[in-house]
T-cell receptor, first 113, second 111 residues
Framework: KQEVTQIPAALSVPEGENLVLNCSFT??????LQWFRQDPGKGLTSLLL?????REQTSGRLNASLDKSSGRSTLYIAASQPGDSATYLC????????????FGIGTKLQVIP | SQTIHQWPATLVQPVGSPLSLECTVE??????LYWYRQAAGRGLQLLFY??????ISSEVPQNLSASRPQDRQFILSSKKLLLSDSGFYLC??????????FGPGTRLTVT
């Protein structure tokens, strides 16, 4: 059974700092890995999708890496801003006729002005 | 572009009452559709998924059911709500790249 762990559970940083969020998964036979952002009381917003054959993806100040063999992914946020404050979730999927996705509980990020 | 709608946004229902939550997707055809529940401090739990009209699979035995009467419509139902059904319900669909997109969610409180 796939398990996804995100560390730390919560993080508070001053504005402008670069930061790294970690995600680990137990079964390396994944199809893809997706990072999401969730604001309080809202749905999930997709940030980055990394296919199993890829090593990293970048979007603006965000960079996500994937190391399947070690079961790890990191989300790097450069020059953090107060608007980045949210919960960040990692999700891994396997393919089998439909996309079975396992989510981590998330890292709650607070960026202090 | 694709858009996913959910309603209602919030719902307060007494124990034993029925439930109907609706999800619709615009801008795509024949999507895979999913219902998730998110409880405080826990990860998202997959409840149901559908690969086509009338095709529903359940991940977890529970007090809920799902239906897909149209290609882009997904409905979550219950005949009698339990206190444990409270939570944040999210509908999602997947693209051809198997990228998941989520709706805004429904906050359900069972009293």
């Amino acid at each position: 059974k796939q398990e996804v762990t995100q560390i730390p559970a919560a993080l508070s940083v001053p504005e402008g700092e670069n930061l790294v969020l970690n995600c680990s998964f137990t079964d390396s036979a994944i199809y893809n890995l997706q990072w999401f952002r969730q604001d309080p009381g809202k749905g999930l917003t997709s940030l980055l999708l990394i296919q199993s054959s890829q090593r990293e993806q970048t979007s603006g100040r965000l960079n996500a890496s994937l190391d399947k063999s070690s079961g790890r992914s990191t989300l790097y946020i450069a020059a953090s801003q107060p608007g980045d404050s949210a919960t960040y979730l990692c999700a891994v999927s396997i393919s089998g006729g439909y996309q079975k996705v396992t989510f981590g509980i998330g890292t709650k990020l607070q960026v202090i002005p | 572009s694709q858009t996913i709608h959910q309603w209602p946004a919030t719902l307060v229902q007494p124990v034993g009452s029925p439930l109907s939550l609706e999800c619709t997707v615009e801008g795509t055809s024949n999507p895979n559709l999913y219902w998730y529940r998110q409880a405080a401090g826990r990860g998202l739990q997959l409840l149901f998924y559908s690969v086509g009209i009338g095709q529903i699979s359940s991940e977890v035995p529970q007090n809920l059911s799902a239906s897909r009467p149209q290609d882009r419509q997904f409905i979550l139902s219950s005949k009698k709500l339990l206190l444990s059904d409270s939570g944040f319900y999210l509908c999602a669909w997947t693209s051809g790249r198997y990228e998941q997109y989520f709706g805004p969610g429904t906050r359900l409180t069972v009293t």
